[in-house]
């Protein structure tokens, strides 16, 4: 195929003052939703076209933002999308508290008129709210103090140079090269500069953090919310029974996670490990993968699979919904954007010519094809949690990393394998670990504010029961540059990725078994709840260890192999 380009194509779709336009029109729209005497359902209606509006243009500034993080003009807009955001949810909260007073008969025939899954949903959460004026106190606010604080947060984080080999770089541009460096050295010099820039700054954020999570805490208060995952249950569809029995089997792995470690280390001849040595890849391919090779790669193995994925993915390219150029001034990581108005995406990342870069972009695309598998259904019931974008997503990346492993032999090979360990202990490791700090974290935060020294130590403390003796000392400031902990919208963002792999692994097993699976299983169950997913699709009990214990058997079989095919190369 030629050569699509790696720069997006943004700008067409909305201009600046368009936006500005379109912001205050909403704005006032907001305004007369809550004054308004209309009809229930009438609202209803109403209501789900603000949402689905708000959604498009919040995620099209962030767009901008992440494009270019020196815009001065995007700022601005950013903090107008927040206070949109922050009216929306006083809206929604005004119209949440007429379902809640509604009598019995009333309720039943608007259920019968609507046969909303939403309204059965929201009116069950709620149950669980304070009275609507004080809800809508703290979404107000929340604007210039829980929201704030995380704008500050991307702000100082994007802000963040590091000096490296006579250059200035990001945090993102320093870690890439602290797992993905040449040579040992040059891994440790990165992560040396992270450290000692990290260290100067952990003040600031350990702020930042601590006001974040005190926000949080004290909503949950006034709530009279005991348990600190009611939030991240209710985003995700899913019971805090899954949730432990999910990590009750991550934690029996945890001495074959060891092994592999341990063998990695025995391979590489390191006998004082730092925490970047077990995220890199012993293994190394000397191929570099340009952009269009990768475009190549993902579209074989798609249309392989199924046609209509295939044909989704090559307008992707070709209609510039990626931006994947590696450039100065780009917002770090990668994200999917949805744009539910146009019916479009767009997908964000840097692309370093690497396999694992590769992989990337086939996640990115998963959750861009799940978003148009959404956008035919009625904006409301395109609200899904976490987790289920995360097994769409995680499905195409597996999908694409088992088709380079079975194409490659000897070193390349086992480079593939190794990609696909560190893929999956990332989010059977790496993840569980963080959100267990940050469990930690909040109990310690109902009792005042907690230092930075006390943080770091949390996050040690978690990283040395997941790896055992293996490491004198873990990354210390992982809790600045995962930005997961700040984000004020989704609590407890990071084990939703852990999740969502699992189950894409048990159906990425069901798929392999039958192509026909991908139609009849794949695209239903991404608009399914955890609980309906597993139990309807995938004939299972979620809350049970022994369903998770069958979704880490490809990761399992992957290791083994790993040590199988490793055992003749070690002293």
């Known amino acids: 195929m030629s050569t699509m380009t790696s720069r997006w194509q943004l700008n067409a779709s909305y201009t600046t003052e368009e936006i500005k336009q379109k912001l205050e029109s909403l704005q006032q729209e907001l305004d007369r939703f809550q004054t308004g005497q209309a009809s229930i359902r009438s609202q209803l209606v109403t209501l789900e076209q603000l949402m689905c509006q708000v959604e498009e243009l919040s995620d099209f500034v962030y767009c ?12 601005d807009l950013l903090e107008q999308t927040d206070t949109l955001q922050a009216g929306l949810q006083t809206g929604e909260t005004f119209f949440e508290e007429r379902l809640r007073t509604l009598s019995n008969d009333e309720w039943t025939a608007l259920q019968h008129e609507e046969a909303s899954d939403y309204l059965t949903e929201r009116r069950t959460i709620m149950e669980r709210r304070l009275p609507a004026e004080q809800e809508q106190l703290i979404q107000a606010l929340a604007i210039d103090g829980f929201s704030a604080w995380e704008q500050l947060y ?6 963040l140079r590091l000096p490296l080999n006579g250059a200035t770089v990001t945090i993102g541009q320093a870690w890439h090269q602290a797992v993905h460096g040449t040579t040992r050295i040059d891994r440790q010099t990165a992560a040396a500069a992270i450290a000692k820039t990290c260290a100067a700054a952990q003040d600031d954020f350990a702020m930042i953090l601590n006001r974040i999570a005190g926000f949080r805490l004290q909503v949950y208060a006034k709530r009279g919310w005991d348990d600190l995952l009611t939030e991240l249950c209710e985003q995700n569809r899913i019971k805090r029974p899954t949730i432990e029995a999910m990590l009750t089997a991550i934690d029996q792995h945890r001495p074959l996670f060891q092994s592999y470690y341990e063998r990695k280390l025995r391979l590489a001849r390191i006998t004082e490990p730092q925490w970047h040595d077990l995220e890199t890849n012993t293994f190394k391919s000397d191929r570099v993968v340009s952009y269009a090779t990768a475009q190549t790669i993902i579209l074989k193995q798609f249309e392989d699979l199924h046609p209509r994925l295939a044909t989704f993915t090559k307008h992707v390219f070709e209609a510039g919904w990626v931006d994947a150029e590696n450039r100065p001034n780009k917002a770090e990581g990668g994200f999917c954007a949805s744009f539910p108005v146009l019916k479009e995406s767009r997908i964000f990342m840097t692309y370093r010519e ?21 956008h035919d259904l009625p904006f409301l019931e395109q609200i899904k949690g976490t987790s289920i974008a995360e097994t769409a997503s995680t499905f195409m990346e597996n999908l694409v990393l088992d088709a380079v492993i079975e194409q490659s032999a000897g070193e390349d090979k086992l480079a593939m394998l190794e990609t696909k360990i560190n893929e999956g202990l990332k989010y059977v490791g790496i993840v569980p670990n963080m959100f267990r700090f940050e469990q930690r974290f909040y109990s310690e935060r109902k009792h005042g504010p907690v230092s930075s020294a ?12 997941f790896y055992g003796n293996l490491l004198d000392e873990a990354a210390p400031f992982k809790w600045i540059y995962v930005s997961h902990f700040y984000d004020t919208g989704k609590a407890f963002y990071n084990i939703p990725y852990t999740i969502g792999y699992l189950l894409s692994n048990q159906l990425y097993s069901t798929v392999k078994q039958s192509k026909a699976a991908f139609s009849d299983q794949f695209e239903p169950l991404l608009r399914a709840s955890i609980e309906e997913l597993v139990e309807q699709y995938l004939d299972g009990e979620p809350d049970t260890v022994a369903f998770w214990q069958d979704a880490l058997e490809p990761l399992r079989s992957a290791i083994e192999l790993y040590l199988q095919e490793t055992a003749g190369l070690v002293d």
Do not use: C, K, P
């Not at 901008?64 to 700022?75: G, K, M, N, T």
């Not at 991307?154 to 802000?159: D, M, N, S, V």
């Not at 992989?359 to 598998?373: D, K, P, Q, R």
């Not at 006390?454 to 029961?465: F, K």
């Open 64 to 75: 901008l933002y992440a494009e270019d993080v020196s815009r001065q003009e995007v700022l």
């Open 154 to 159: 991307e702000q100082r984080l994007t802000g």
């Open 354 to 374: 690497a396999y694992q870069d590769v992989v990337t972009l086939a996640h990115e695309i998963g959750h861009a094809y799940h978003n148009s598998l959404l």
């Open 454 to 465: 006390r943080i770091a130590a949390l996050m040690q403390e978690e990283e040395a029961g």
